[in-house]
């Protein structure tokens, strides 16, 4: 159940937030408060860690919540959930 909670919560956030990383704070800001999965602390932890790792922030970010929520698969599906609006939308507009 945590798995779905995971890629819910994600996909709300690859859809709603446009502008990039940088957009992802506030949803997930809002995921800490009311699922209690981190603290306004461990956020600003997991801004550092994903600005200085090579890749976008909301994957880095999504990456990190996933994992630290549910191990290996919990990171794979944040992941999974946050990409797939943007996949769905390009392969909407590209058919």
Do not use: Q
């Amino acid at each position: 159940m945590i798995y779905l909670r995971l890629f819910y919560e994600f996909f709300k956030v690859g859809l709603f937030s446009v502008g990039g990383g940088l957009a992802t704070i506030p949803f997930l800001s809002d995921i800490g408060s009311r699922t209690g999965w981190f603290t306004p602390g461990d956020l600003a932890n997991m801004i550092a860690i994903s600005e200085s790792t090579p890749g976008p922030l909301g994957v880095n970010m999504a990456t990190y919540v996933g994992f630290h929520v549910g191990g290996v698969p919990g990171g794979v599906i944040a992941t999974l959930g946050l990409v797939c609006p943007a996949i769905a939308i390009i392969a909407l507009i590209a058919g």
